[in-house]
Protein backbone atom coordinates (compact mmCIF):
# COMPACT_ATOMS: atom_id res chain seq x y z
CA UNK A 1 0.00 0.00 0.00
CA UNK A 2 2.83 2.56 0.81
CA UNK A 3 4.75 1.65 -1.85
CA UNK A 4 1.85 2.30 -4.12
CA UNK A 5 1.39 5.90 -2.97
CA UNK A 6 5.19 6.24 -3.06
CA UNK A 7 5.20 5.54 -6.10
CA UNK A 8 2.41 7.56 -7.43
CA UNK A 9 3.73 10.96 -5.55
CA UNK A 10 6.86 10.37 -6.95
CA UNK A 11 5.56 9.94 -10.47
CA UNK A 12 2.85 12.90 -10.11
CA UNK A 13 5.88 15.52 -8.32
CA UNK A 14 8.36 14.09 -11.46
CA UNK A 15 5.71 15.27 -14.28
CA UNK A 16 4.84 18.31 -12.64
CA UNK A 17 8.67 18.92 -12.67
CA UNK A 18 9.24 17.98 -15.93
CA UNK A 19 6.36 20.49 -17.45
CA UNK A 20 7.87 23.70 -15.81
CA UNK A 21 9.37 25.96 -18.00
CA UNK A 22 11.57 28.76 -17.85
CA UNK A 23 12.43 31.89 -19.54
CA UNK A 24 13.98 34.98 -19.73
CA UNK A 25 12.81 38.56 -20.36
CA UNK A 26 15.19 41.44 -22.23
CA UNK A 27 14.25 45.02 -22.19
CA UNK A 28 15.10 47.28 -24.82
CA UNK A 29 14.59 50.42 -24.24
CA UNK A 30 15.71 53.75 -26.47
CA UNK A 31 18.49 55.44 -25.06
CA UNK A 32 16.75 58.82 -25.28
CA UNK A 33 14.98 57.91 -22.21
CA UNK A 34 18.06 58.57 -20.29
CA UNK A 35 18.07 62.10 -21.30
CA UNK A 36 14.41 62.47 -20.34
CA UNK A 37 14.60 61.10 -17.18
CA UNK A 38 18.03 63.19 -16.76
CA UNK A 39 16.17 66.35 -17.75
CA UNK A 40 13.02 65.41 -15.54
CA UNK A 41 15.57 64.65 -12.13
CA UNK A 42 17.39 68.00 -12.83
CA UNK A 43 13.96 69.76 -13.24
CA UNK A 44 12.89 68.30 -9.86
CA UNK A 45 15.88 68.99 -8.11
CA UNK A 46 15.58 73.00 -9.20
CA UNK A 47 12.16 72.96 -8.57
CA UNK A 48 10.65 75.02 -5.11
CA UNK A 49 8.31 72.99 -2.46
CA UNK A 50 6.45 74.63 0.22
CA UNK A 51 7.78 72.22 3.23
CA UNK A 52 6.74 71.53 6.63
CA UNK A 53 9.51 72.41 9.74
CA UNK A 54 8.39 70.86 12.88
CA UNK A 55 10.93 71.57 15.07
CA UNK A 56 14.63 72.39 15.41
CA UNK A 57 17.31 72.22 17.90
CA UNK A 58 20.78 70.21 18.66
CA UNK A 59 21.64 67.62 15.88
CA UNK A 60 20.83 64.83 18.80
CA UNK A 61 17.27 66.60 19.44
CA UNK A 62 16.99 66.78 15.28
CA UNK A 63 17.16 63.23 15.02
CA UNK A 64 15.19 62.29 17.82
CA UNK A 65 12.60 64.68 16.12
CA UNK A 66 12.95 62.91 12.84
CA UNK A 67 12.44 59.93 14.18
CA UNK A 68 9.26 60.98 15.65
CA UNK A 69 7.91 62.18 12.05
CA UNK A 70 9.14 58.93 10.49
CA UNK A 71 6.68 57.07 12.70
CA UNK A 72 3.81 59.82 12.27
CA UNK A 73 4.64 60.71 8.78
CA UNK A 74 6.45 57.93 6.61
CA UNK A 75 5.00 59.07 3.74
CA UNK A 76 6.58 62.27 3.91
CA UNK A 77 10.71 62.00 3.83
CA UNK A 78 11.64 63.64 7.25
CA UNK A 79 15.00 65.41 7.00
CA UNK A 80 17.41 67.17 9.09
CA UNK A 81 19.03 70.55 7.62
CA UNK A 82 21.43 72.46 9.07
CA UNK A 83 20.99 76.21 9.40
CA UNK A 84 23.78 77.59 11.33
CA UNK A 85 23.23 77.15 14.33
CA UNK A 86 20.72 74.59 14.74
CA UNK A 87 19.53 71.40 12.99
CA UNK A 88 15.77 71.98 11.29
CA UNK A 89 13.91 68.92 10.83
CA UNK A 90 11.50 69.30 7.51
CA UNK A 91 8.77 67.29 6.49
CA UNK A 92 7.44 67.00 2.60
CA UNK A 93 7.75 68.49 -0.30
CA UNK A 94 4.49 70.44 -1.57
CA UNK A 95 4.16 72.54 -5.26
CA UNK A 96 0.50 73.28 -4.19
CA UNK A 97 -0.19 75.16 -1.76
CA UNK A 98 -3.62 73.94 -0.46
CA UNK A 99 -2.14 70.44 -0.16
CA UNK A 100 0.84 71.91 2.05
CA UNK A 101 -2.05 74.07 4.13
CA UNK A 102 -4.25 71.02 4.49
CA UNK A 103 -0.74 68.56 5.77
CA UNK A 104 0.27 71.69 7.45
CA UNK A 105 -2.92 71.19 9.64
CA UNK A 106 -2.20 67.77 10.21
CA UNK A 107 0.94 68.01 10.94
CA UNK A 108 0.68 70.31 13.35
CA UNK A 109 -2.27 68.35 15.76
CA UNK A 110 1.23 66.44 16.91
CA UNK A 111 3.61 69.32 16.76
CA UNK A 112 2.11 72.26 18.10
CA UNK A 113 5.69 74.42 17.09
CA UNK A 114 5.39 73.19 13.24
CA UNK A 115 6.37 75.97 10.43
CA UNK A 116 4.89 76.51 6.83
CA UNK A 117 7.80 77.38 4.88
CA UNK A 118 6.86 78.84 1.71
CA UNK A 119 9.28 78.04 -1.88
CA UNK A 120 12.01 80.63 -1.40
CA UNK A 121 15.50 79.69 -2.77
CA UNK A 122 16.64 80.24 0.94
CA UNK A 123 13.96 76.86 1.98
CA UNK A 124 14.86 74.07 0.01
Not at 50 to 73: H, M, N, V
Request: proline share 5%; hydrophobic share 35%.
Amino acid sequence: MYKLLFISLFTVCFTLNLQAQQGSVSIEQDPQIKKLLDIYKQGKANALYYTIQIGFGSYDEAEELKQEAEIEFPEYDPKIVFDSPTYRVQVGQFTDRLEAEKKFLEVRQRFPGALLLRPESGNR
